[in-house]
């Protein structure tokens, strides 16, 4: 427990401001090896299109990153904890239990003028590659980026 209030510590939010999400599963288990569980993570990053625009993500067998600018009136952890809510809710639901989908907490960085935001969102979109999954990025079909 109390990690998870450290990562709270600091933590801002500022409407405009792009932020790098990252996410771990409980027990960091491959459940985003399912296809259909994977989507459903997608589906709820496009539920919270009002209050964060979604810039690239990239879901991962266990964990996800997510890079987003928050839209005014938004609140990063409450973005966050809604799509993590809503996935998890559908995902339980599709596998018929009731054990955690998601660690608690997130780790977010904000990201500054002086960031280069093509290379955080390679980054983001390249880890299919550098973990091995695929040989070339096209043969990943659960990431996607607004420069496409």
Same mark, same amino acid.
């Given at each position: 427990?109390?990690? +998870? ?7 801002? =939010? /500022?409407? +405009?401001? @792009?932020?790098? #999400?990252?996410?771990?599963?409980? %027990?960091?288990?491959? *459940?985003?090896?399912?296809?259909? %569980?994977?989507? /459903? &993570? ?12 979604? %810039? ?7 964990? !996800?990153?997510?890079? #987003? ?6 609140? %990063? =952890?409450?973005?966050? $904890?809604? &799509?993590?809510?809503?996935? =998890? *809710?559908? #995902?339980?639901?599709?596998? +018929? ?7 608690? +907490? ?10 280069? !935001?093509? =290379?955080?969102? $390679? ?5 299919? !590659? $550098? ?14 980026? @607004?420069?496409?």
């Amino acid at each position: 427990m109390a990690a +998870g209030k450290n990562l709270r510590k600091g933590r801002y =939010s /500022e409407a +405009g401001r @792009i932020y790098l #999400i990252t996410t771990t599963t409980y %027990l960091r288990q491959p *459940l985003f090896r399912d296809f259909q %569980l994977a989507r /459903e &993570v997608v589906c709820s990053l496009r539920r919270e299109h009002s209050r964060a625009e979604t %810039l690239c993500y990239v879901v991962m067998p266990d964990h !996800l990153h997510w890079l #987003i600018q928050l839209r005014d009136n938004a609140e %990063l =952890s409450s973005v966050v $904890r809604n &799509v993590k809510a809503g996935s =998890s *809710l559908r #995902i339980r639901r599709a596998l +018929g239990r009731q054990q955690p989908v998601w660690q608690r +907490g997130f780790h977010d960085r904000a990201l500054r003028a002086e960031d280069d !935001l093509a =290379s955080v969102a $390679r980054y983001v979109v390249a880890n299919p !590659l $550098r973990a091995c999954l695929v040989a070339r990025l096209g043969e990943y079909s659960l990431w996607d980026a @607004i420069w496409l």
